[in-house]
């Protein structure tokens, strides 16, 4: 069972550990504790990176010649407390070489639907949506 702690260091500033050992800082959003992450957006950086790991791995398997790729996330909050997100959007940039769309849409689509664990825990709870785009490495377009 995955466990994690999370260490007030002071004002409202933490560290989350995993249980790998990994660390995060997290604070409040304004300028006295921004030295880290609004948990808000670790929420967002979760689902993408999620979504990144079961992606990349898929096309990998399907030795694709994937040279980078960045998954851009915007959210809808609701404007009172406890501002929970309304909507997610994900949007995936692959660079690489014989990446057809049938291949990005299958990478996503099974990440969302089968792999990724923060996308099943917030399914149902929020609207999660996604589109891509991909592109020809520099200098290899003709």
Known sequence: MPRSTVTWV????????????????????????????????LLLISL????????????????KQLMHLE??????????????????????IFTGQNISARDAHRAIQLSHERYCSVSATLRGTVELTHDYEIREPVGLAE
Request: net charge negative.
């Open 10 to 41: 002071q004002k409202l500033q933490f560290v989350g550990t995993d249980s790998g050992k990994h660390s995060v800082v997290l604070s409040k959003g304004d300028e006295e504790n921004g030295t880290g992450m609004k948990p808000s957006d």
């Open 48 to 63: 993408a990176s999620c979504s990144a790991v079961d992606v990349v791995n898929i096309l990998q398997k399907k030795r």
């Open 71 to 92: 998954i851009e996330v915007e959210a809808e909050q609701r404007p009172d407390p406890p501002w929970a997100y309304t909507h997610i959007h994900l949007h995936y």
